[in-house]
Nanobody, 125 residues
Framework: QVQLVESGGGLVQAGGSLRLSCAAS????????MGWFRQAPGKEREFVST????????YYADSVKGRFTISRDNAKNTVYLQMNSLKPEDTAVYYC??????????????????WGPGAQVTVSS
């Protein structure tokens, strides 16, 4: 059994930065893909970013490309999402996800087996 817990969310002004962390416990996920998704009020959950098992390959949604950076520390069983130049439209609950089946990057939610409870990110204009 794997548990994921996000931290680092909060309220920030437009143009500001936040860093989300996702710590995994239960067993190591160092050989599996991890990702971030988000869900804004009244909208469906959407893909944000994914990273392969090694940390060498990353992929981003067009809406965050150039502003967000995903990274991982396998020794700490943790994945990060650095969010810069935040916009009000980035306001959402951000979810960390881990796959038990995929090693490479993957942008679809059905490929992920474990999810965190979510962290609220609010960007004021």
């Amino acid at each position: 059994q794997v548990q994921l817990v996000e931290s680092g969310g909060g309220l920030v002004q437009a143009g500001g930065s936040l860093r989300l962390s996702c710590a995994a416990s239960g067993r190591t996920l160092s050989s599996r893909a991890m990702g971030w998704f988000r869900q804004a009020p009244g909208k469906e959950r959407e893909f944000v970013s994914t990273i392969d098992w090694s940390g060498a390959i990353t992929y981003y949604a067009d809406s965050v490309k150039g502003r967000f950076t995903i990274s991982r520390d396998n020794a700490k069983n943790t994945v990060y999402l650095q969010m810069n130049s935040l916009k009000p439209e980035d306001t959402a609950v951000y979810y960390c996800a881990a796959s038990d089946r995929v090693r490479g990057i993957v942008a679809v939610s059905i490929a992920y087996d474990y999810w965190g409870p979510g962290a609220q990110v609010t960007v004021s204009s």
